[in-house]
């Protein structure tokens, strides 16, 4: 969960798992899978920060893109 706030300045907590997509227009406005939308005080850079912040907490396991592996039977 990561928290943000309404333009109002209404302070809740968003499962970060379900956002779909976050545009700027010129609000933050962010669209989860189920169609519920969110406008925002924070800005794109923030909410990717606290996404990326909440993940490394909660232990994701994550592989950069275009970054190979190390094979487990390498010697």
Do not use: W
């Not at 333009?7 to 519920?36: A, K, W, Y």
């Amino acid at each position: 969960m990561i928290e943000v706030h309404r333009l109002n300045g209404e302070l809740f907590l968003l499962n970060s798992d379900m956002i779909e997509t976050v545009e700027v227009t010129p609000d933050t406005v962010i669209r989860l899978v189920n169609g519920h939308r969110y406008v925002i005080r924070e800005s794109l850079k923030d909410v990717e920060s606290a996404i990326v912040d909440f993940r490394k907490k909660a232990g994701y396991a994550c592989v950069p893109y275009g970054i190979p592996q190390e094979s487990e039977n390498a010697q």
